[in-house]
């Protein structure tokens, strides 16, 4: 018995209505690793954050209109109501808006975790000073029951001089 022809298996599947047919090799797939676009999203909203970042666009704006207003007509790009100087503004601001929620999104993420670790750990120090207060209070029941320097020293005095106080017989035999 012969195998079956996998080429026309898929080319019947893609000539049926009711299965969409999908050619990736037509398609290429731009392939980004989340890390690091998330690192570079950090990073560029970090950088948009920054009073560098004001002051070269400040800048930019400023020679944007100085020299679309004082050079002679022929070679300005950008006439007074500066259409061009808005569209770039608009276009800059719909990048920068999701690179920043990106960020945003993935501090949030680092600080849930953290967070989270810092429950544990309190929870952990919690229990560790639960255990150490009962064990204090174990030691110190104990050490009520213990005999003291100074009880031993009565008790040996006591002795002592119950022994002393005995016979002078009794005291010679021993």
């Given at each position: ?13 893609e000539?049926r209505?009711n ?8 398609i ?12 570079f999203?950090e990073?560029?909203?970090?950088f ?7 002051m ?28 061009f100087?808005?569209l770039?503004?608009?276009?800059q ?32 120090s ?19 029951e ?28 021993t």
């Amino acid at each position: 018995m012969a195998p079956p022809d996998r080429g026309r298996d898929r080319a019947d599947r893609e000539d049926r209505l009711n299965t969409p047919g999908r050619d990736r090799s037509r398609i290429p797939r731009l392939r980004v690793d989340g890390d690091t676009f998330g690192a570079f999203a950090e990073a560029f909203a970090r950088f948009m954050g920054t009073a560098r970042f004001l002051m070269y666009m400040t800048v930019f704006i400023v020679i944007w209109i100085i020299w679309n207003v004082t050079v002679p007509p022929a070679l300005r790009f950008d006439e007074y109501p500066f259409i061009f100087l808005t569209l770039m503004l608009s276009l800059q601001a719909s990048y920068a808006a999701p690179l920043i929620l990106l960020a945003q999104n993935r501090q949030e993420a680092r600080d849930r975790i953290s967070v989270e670790q810092d429950r544990r750990q309190a929870a952990q120090s919690r229990a560790d000073m639960d255990f150490l207060a009962r064990e204090i209070a174990s030691v110190r029941m104990n050490v009520g029951e213990l005999a003291t320097r100074d009880f031993i020293r009565n008790e040996l005095r006591n002795e002592l001089r119950e022994a002393l106080a005995g016979d002078p017989e009794e005291r010679r035999k021993t």
